[in-house]
């Protein structure tokens, strides 16, 4: 369940991965599969080659794609997260969820 977003947030989110854009969300979480974890960032695209590439460039594996029918994502946490967020200069997700 994602929390410290708004609709519009996750909406715009949406708009722009099935227009063929890569974009970064962050947003608090519980997993119980991931404990440690309380934030994820979803990086999505619905052009899954643009994904993957843009994935190579930080050693994430295609495999890993999570392939929504409607907004194919990266899932990234801890450590490997904050570094990307920082890399692609998504200041204020990490300021917000404190990373």
């Known amino acids: ?14 708009a722009e991965v099935k227009k063929g854009n ?8 519980v997993d119980a599969r ?6 994820v960032t979803k990086v999505g ?3 899954l ?8 460039k930080y050693g994430l594996e295609p495999q890993w794609i999570h392939r929504d029918k409607n907004h194919p994502h990266f899932d990234l946490f801890g450590d490997r997260q904050k570094n990307i967020l920082v890399e692609e200069g998504m200041w204020e997700q ?3 969820f404190n990373l």
Do not use: N, Q
């Not at 080659?49 to 190579?56: D, F, I, Q, R, Y």
């Open 49 to 56: 080659e643009k994904l993957k590439e843009w994935g190579k």
């Open 22 to 29: 890569v974009a970064i969300l962050t947003h608090y979480w």
């Open 94 to 96: 990490i300021t917000r």
């Open 1 to 14: 369940m994602a929390f410290g977003i708004d609709k519009e947030e996750l909406k715009a989110w949406k």
């Open 45 to 47: 695209c619905s052009d």
């Open 34 to 39: 991931f404990p440690g974890c309380y934030t």
